[in-house]
């Protein structure tokens, strides 16, 4: 009876295609179809850092620029919150009828009282 009622559960769960999850640099640029991102810098990373006590948790800005079809199309800056919490709606960085591309995360996350160096920084980008 387990297994009948885990089958049929299994069976009448509708699938839901998974968001593949593209990694930037600072100054990389990702094109997907006729669209491409770049992250352009790092405007600034006041998240506290872990192992640290801060009256302020603080935020991490960076800049994104989309092209369409080699074009400059906009800019987007993106804000990622200390505690990772983020807007969905506010890192949208470029939607179609076939295609949605958001900011997801900003890694590292500053630890101790060692400066992240811009180079480090990834921005994921969630491709669906």
Request: glycine share 6%.
């Amino acid at each position: 009876m387990k297994y009948m009622l885990l089958l049929f559960l299994t069976v009448s769960i509708p699938s839901f295609s998974q968001s593949e999850i593209a990694q930037l640099g600072v100054g990389d640029i990702m094109d997907i179809d006729e669209v491409s991102i770049e992250f352009v810098e790092l405007i600034a990373d006041s998240r506290c850092p872990k192992e640290v006590n801060c009256i302020r948790a603080g935020e991490a800005e960076v800049l994104v620029a989309v092209y369409k079809n080699g074009e400059f199309s906009h800019e987007k800056t993106l804000i990622f919150h200390a505690n990772g919490m983020t807007k969905n709606n506010n890192m949208q960085l470029f939607a179609s009828n076939n295609l949605l591309l958001r900011g997801l995360t900003l890694s590292p996350h500053p630890k101790g009282l060692t400066k992240v160096r811009d180079e480090e920084y990834v921005l994921s980008v969630g491709i669906n």
